[in-house]
């Protein structure tokens, strides 16, 4: 800006410019000089000789209004929005109080802006009015000056609307923040309620377990009683038991035993010659010769023998020999390989059917029938039974021949039949121990004379098998069924050499 001159009032009009405002008054055509005094007053200076130009006049209050300003700016007002902003973020979990204070900021916002717009307002008014008093440069700079108001006047009005953005960006935050305080509240609420619930839940699980112990501490107490008292009566018995069978008592007990099954052997005997007897007298009438007959108990356990009945008959050593099973299903013969002897001892597969042997000498082919089928040997079903729970049964035997030899020395050896495998040892040695697999066979031996009874035949694999002697035939039938319901379970059924294959329930019937 350039300098005013003392003499630039003389060229303007008296009254030809109104006043600008209330606050800016001349009293004569040109500025008067005055200077700024403490407290903003304003001080005439008349007879000073240092006059002060209307440029600097202008320039100091533009500077003074500038400061005014920038005390109250859209940067100091952001600055203590967001140390309010902090403040509320203090109080969000006070609605209420954020509210307040929401609204305390705006009265404030709202006096800060109307008192920069009246200043603003002031400082355009008294520049318009020093327009019309200058003239050349001077009046372009106070257009100039005139621009810049207008151009902060403009900014403040931006700054304005951005406030009031803010204010309703806050608005929208207070109101999210109370609703999730709302929220907030109202899931502690559930989660205590739950929590309640659970407690009360787990206390009355806590109830019912201590009920329950104390139901099952009083019932054992009870059978813990009872068992006592179970106990004592058994050892009672037991006593009793105990002083009844003294060695003597159970001696005699034996005795008496061998003497019933002597008898019961001898009155079997009888029996099988009656029904033979009655069988011969039923056929008298026929004139077929009755040349041989059939000697022996028919039960498991004994061995049944071809016997000559008369004088005539021809010698069995010259005669051709076959044993049958007669199968109670079909009533057709089942044909026992290498039953060619005149001596047979049933075995368990034979319990329960009727056996027959062929005799062919010469143009005579002579049958012979047991009487009924054979019967079952007392207790060996339950003894078998009793033997299936373990996991491994001893059996001492004798071998008789080995691969059709007779070995050298006939010492005790002991066959182990287990749920997978037969193992037959010699002290430490073992002979021989195999799977139980579909090239394993046993059966009875078929024929052999009176020790046919207590022998089995039994071929490990394929070119290994042994004749092993018992010590009873009760041994040897309970070694034949335990090693087959074994072997059943391993789905591999245990038969004789060329026996035609049955159903499982045929091999393996329960005896009783």
Known sequence: MTRITRDFGDTMQKGALPTVSADVVFATCRFPSYRIGANNQIIETKDDPKMISMKEVVA??????????????????????????????????EPLLWLIYLKIQARLREAASLEKHVLLKKLRDALESLKGHVAGRNRDDIVE??????????????????????KSEVKKLASFLKQ???????????????????????????????????????????TGKQDLEQLMKEVQEARRIKMLHQPSKV?????????????????????????????????????????YELEGTEVLGSYLEIQPYSENAPGLSKCSIQWYRILSECAKRELISGATKSVYAPEPFDVGHVLQVDIVSGSQNITLSTTGPIDPAAGLGTYVEALVRKHDTEFNVVVTHMNDSHPSSESIHVLHVGKMRMKLCRGKATIAKEYYSSSMQLCGVRGGGNAAAQAVFWQAKEGLSFILAFETERDRNAALMLARRFAFDCNITLAGPNDRSRAADDRLPSWS
């Not at 100091?60 to 929005?81: C, G, H, I, P, Y």
């Not at 009656?274 to 026929?286: C, F, P, T, W």
């Open 145 to 166: 000056a005139i621009a810049m108001v207008e151009a902060l006047a403009v900014q403040l009005t931006q700054r304005e609307g951005e406030l009031i953005q803010e």
């Open 251 to 291: 001696m005699d007990m034996e005795h008496e035993l061998l003497a019933l099954r002597a008898q019961l052997s001898e009155k079997s005997r009888h029996y099988v010659r009656l029904q033979k007897e009655l069988g011969r007298i039923k056929r008298g009438g026929e004139n077929v010769a009755h040349l």
């Open 180 to 222: 999730a305080s709302e929220e907030a509240k109202k899931l502690v609420d559930e989660e205590r309620a739950f929590a309640r619930a659970e407690i009360e839940n787990a206390r009355a699980a806590v109830q019912r377990v201590e009920e329950a112990l104390q139901e099952h501490e009083r019932i054992s107490q009870v």
């Open 60 to 93: 100091r209050e533009t500077a003074q209004l500038l400061e005014q300003q920038k005390r109250l700016s859209v940067r100091d007002l952001a600055n203590k929005f967001e140390k309010g902003l902090a403040a509320a973020a203090k109080l969000s979990e």
